[in-house]
């Protein structure tokens, strides 16, 4: 059973799979009693496998190429450009993105490039392009996430199937896979693929991210809780549907809090035990209305010392990059707006100011 890493004292989640004493009391009791196997008369029946997905995808897109990953080093963000552009708006319900060769792929994206972005201009269809950081979308150049996968994502969890929101592309975008490859100690290949659920018609609603990104820190060297923070205003209403942290390999823990225009204020997540191992996405039992003039702060700490076990080098300063043995800090709040408000038709997102 995948873990779960919230705060049981704050917020209340639909995906929540945590254990109660109960459980775990039954769970001591099998296994102190040599986890004897149970009755197969009771054994429930398999749960049906459809060629290894989780959905039933509409279209399904593949790189056209498999990637050679040699058996070393440090490999800089892969872009490939498919070879296709979506002749209409396209509304996306639900979506899977299914990597080749899970043993070398620590993150891998699915990127909208609306009709008029030049953001990844050099890339070319199907060709691997490699990208840093001074590459990455800007509001004069925009770009919008569709899909993602990383170790510990659950299936769905970038979409709200049967809610009536999906994800739009504007017509005459492109699709890019954004993939970080990190070597095993033997060449390998991979050969992404993702499918793709699409509306009948457009959804009631459209759902975005709204992403805080902290980027100005330094973490001293042999520090054991350093603490970061982030924060954004909203300019626009939005209703909060999940909350997904991300630290790097020295991330401690991470809260996220909310304040209100009326000076209310309360915890939307709080971690207190993050692990990189698990990208976990926390949505809410209840979806959170958030109105213009929201303040949106994240807070987190590293431990950059020797006592952790997953610090690559304790006696360097750490700041933002790409890599694992880099450091980030970022909360990703998934939510919905009305689509019949036709400034969001073209991936415009609700705008934001940093703290």
Request: glycine share 8%; proline share 11%.
């Amino acid at each position: 059973m995948p873990p779960w890493f919230a705060d049981p004292r704050i917020g209340h989640f639909a995906n929540d799979r945590s254990l109660s004493e109960a459980e775990v009391e039954t769970l001591v009791h099998w296994v102190d009693g040599g986890a004897p196997e149970g009755d197969p008369r009771t054994k429930p029946a398999p749960i049906p496998w459809d060629d290894g997905w989780n959905i039933k995808p509409d279209v399904v897109y593949e790189m056209p190429q498999p990637f050679v990953i040699p058996k070393q080093g440090i490999l800089q963000y892969v872009y490939i450009l498919l070879p296709m552009k979506f002749a209409e708006d396209t509304w996306v319900l639900d979506g899977e993105l299914r990597p080749g060769n899970r043993s070398v792929i620590h993150h891998a994206s699915v990127i909208v490039r609306p009709p008029g972005s030049n953001w990844m201009r050099a890339a070319k269809p199907g060709v691997p392009y490699f990208a840093g950081i001074e590459e990455q979308p800007t509001p004069a150049n925009p770009s919008s996430f569709l899909l993602g996968y990383a170790p510990g994502f659950s299936p769905h969890q970038d979409f709200l199937p049967g809610q009536d929101a999906g994800r739009l592309i504007p017509a005459g975008s492109d699709l890019l896979l954004e993939i970080h490859y990190t070597p095993n100690g033997t060449e390998t290949t991979d050969q992404t693929k993702f499918g793709l659920v699409l509306a009948k018609k457009r959804p009631a609603k459209q759902l975005l991210n709204l992403v805080i990104d902290g980027r100005g820190f330094a973490i001293p060297p042999y520090a054991t809780n350093h603490e970061g923070s982030a924060g954004v205003l909203l300019n626009e209403p939005m209703t909060v549907v999940f909350a997904q942290p991300h630290l790097h390999l020295r991330g401690i823990d991470m809260k996220i809090d909310i304040f209100y225009p009326d000076g209310r204020s309360e915890t939307l997540l709080s971690v207190p035990r993050y692990t990189f191992m698990w990208q976990l996405s926390y949505v809410l039992a209840k979806p959170l209305q958030l109105p213009k003039g929201t303040r949106v702060m994240v807070t987190a700490h590293w431990d950059n010392s020797a006592n952790n076990k997953l610090n690559p080098d304790p006696s360097k300063t750490v700041r933002w990059g790409q890599q694992s043995t880099d450091e980030m800090l970022v909360a990703l709040l998934g939510g919905v707006v009305d689509t019949t408000t036709d400034r969001y038709r073209t991936l415009t997102k609700p705008a934001f100011k940093g703290n």
